[in-house]
Protein backbone atom coordinates (compact mmCIF):
# COMPACT_ATOMS: atom_id res chain seq x y z
CA UNK A 1 0.00 0.00 0.00
CA UNK A 2 1.93 3.74 -1.19
CA UNK A 3 0.92 6.31 1.89
CA UNK A 4 2.67 9.48 1.95
CA UNK A 5 1.20 11.75 4.58
CA UNK A 6 3.10 15.27 5.30
CA UNK A 7 2.67 17.63 8.05
CA UNK A 8 4.49 20.48 9.93
CA UNK A 9 3.21 22.91 7.50
CA UNK A 10 1.74 26.85 8.71
CA UNK A 11 1.44 30.34 8.30
CA UNK A 12 5.20 32.38 9.47
CA UNK A 13 6.25 35.87 8.61
CA UNK A 14 9.09 36.25 6.46
CA UNK A 15 12.46 35.36 7.54
CA UNK A 16 11.55 32.80 9.90
CA UNK A 17 11.74 28.98 9.47
CA UNK A 18 9.43 25.76 9.39
CA UNK A 19 9.96 22.03 9.51
CA UNK A 20 7.75 19.50 7.05
CA UNK A 21 7.94 15.95 7.65
CA UNK A 22 6.94 13.75 5.25
CA UNK A 23 5.96 9.50 6.31
CA UNK A 24 6.18 7.01 3.46
CA UNK A 25 5.44 3.58 3.23
CA UNK A 26 8.12 1.33 2.38
CA UNK A 27 7.75 0.46 -0.70
CA UNK A 28 7.51 4.07 -2.39
CA UNK A 29 10.39 4.93 -0.08
CA UNK A 30 13.33 2.22 0.31
CA UNK A 31 16.13 2.66 -2.03
CA UNK A 32 14.37 5.63 -3.73
CA UNK A 33 15.43 9.21 -4.17
CA UNK A 34 12.77 11.06 -2.28
CA UNK A 35 11.89 14.82 -3.01
CA UNK A 36 9.59 17.98 -1.85
CA UNK A 37 7.95 19.36 -4.65
CA UNK A 38 5.75 22.81 -4.24
CA UNK A 39 2.79 23.84 -6.01
CA UNK A 40 2.71 27.76 -5.78
CA UNK A 41 -1.11 29.33 -6.04
CA UNK A 42 -2.11 29.71 -10.00
CA UNK A 43 1.60 27.67 -11.07
CA UNK A 44 2.45 24.21 -11.56
CA UNK A 45 4.02 21.77 -9.33
CA UNK A 46 7.57 21.36 -8.98
CA UNK A 47 10.27 19.34 -7.37
CA UNK A 48 12.52 22.02 -4.93
CA UNK A 49 14.60 19.82 -3.17
CA UNK A 50 15.38 15.71 -3.28
CA UNK A 51 17.74 13.59 -1.65
CA UNK A 52 19.23 10.06 -2.92
CA UNK A 53 18.89 6.69 -0.41
CA UNK A 54 22.80 7.16 0.03
CA UNK A 55 22.11 10.99 1.34
CA UNK A 56 23.03 12.93 -1.63
CA UNK A 57 20.70 16.23 -1.71
CA UNK A 58 20.07 18.79 -4.85
CA UNK A 59 18.42 22.03 -4.55
CA UNK A 60 16.60 24.27 -7.18
CA UNK A 61 18.31 27.84 -7.03
CA UNK A 62 15.27 29.76 -5.83
CA UNK A 63 16.07 27.78 -2.13
CA UNK A 64 19.69 27.04 -1.94
CA UNK A 65 20.95 27.99 0.98
CA UNK A 66 18.05 27.91 2.79
CA UNK A 67 16.40 24.91 2.67
CA UNK A 68 17.82 21.49 3.86
CA UNK A 69 16.51 17.94 2.98
CA UNK A 70 16.99 15.03 4.98
CA UNK A 71 15.90 11.55 5.77
CA UNK A 72 15.62 9.13 8.36
CA UNK A 73 16.07 5.47 5.82
CA UNK A 74 14.87 3.62 9.10
CA UNK A 75 12.04 5.00 9.62
CA UNK A 76 11.37 5.97 5.71
CA UNK A 77 10.59 9.74 6.63
CA UNK A 78 12.00 12.66 4.65
CA UNK A 79 12.29 16.39 6.62
CA UNK A 80 12.69 19.39 4.73
CA UNK A 81 13.62 22.52 6.99
CA UNK A 82 12.85 25.83 5.80
CA UNK A 83 14.94 28.75 6.91
CA UNK A 84 15.16 32.37 5.71
CA UNK A 85 11.39 31.89 4.16
CA UNK A 86 10.21 34.62 1.62
CA UNK A 87 6.43 35.17 0.70
CA UNK A 88 7.30 33.38 -2.45
CA UNK A 89 7.93 30.22 -0.89
CA UNK A 90 4.24 30.01 -0.19
CA UNK A 91 2.77 27.41 -1.59
CA UNK A 92 1.11 23.26 -1.07
CA UNK A 93 4.67 20.72 0.00
CA UNK A 94 4.07 17.50 -0.84
CA UNK A 95 6.62 14.78 -0.65
CA UNK A 96 6.86 12.00 -2.97
CA UNK A 97 9.52 9.86 -4.94
CA UNK A 98 11.46 11.39 -8.09
CA UNK A 99 10.72 10.30 -10.88
CA UNK A 100 6.84 10.14 -9.50
CA UNK A 101 6.17 6.69 -11.43
CA UNK A 102 2.58 6.25 -9.94
CA UNK A 103 -0.55 8.48 -9.89
CA UNK A 104 -0.47 9.13 -6.35
CA UNK A 105 -0.10 11.85 -4.19
CA UNK A 106 -0.43 12.84 -0.17
CA UNK A 107 -2.75 15.48 0.80
CA UNK A 108 0.37 17.97 1.26
CA UNK A 109 0.60 20.72 3.75
CA UNK A 110 0.18 24.22 3.39
CA UNK A 111 3.00 26.73 3.90
CA UNK A 112 2.28 30.55 4.42
CA UNK A 113 4.73 32.94 4.46
CA UNK A 114 3.62 36.38 5.00
CA UNK A 115 5.41 39.89 4.00
Known amino acids: QVQLVESGGGLVQAGGSLGLSCAASRSIFSGNVMGWYRQAPGKQRELVAS???????TYVDSVKGRFTISRDNAKNIVYLQMNSLKAEDTGVYYC?????????WGQGTQVTVSS
Open 51 to 57: MTSGGRS
Open 96 to 104: NEVPTRRNY
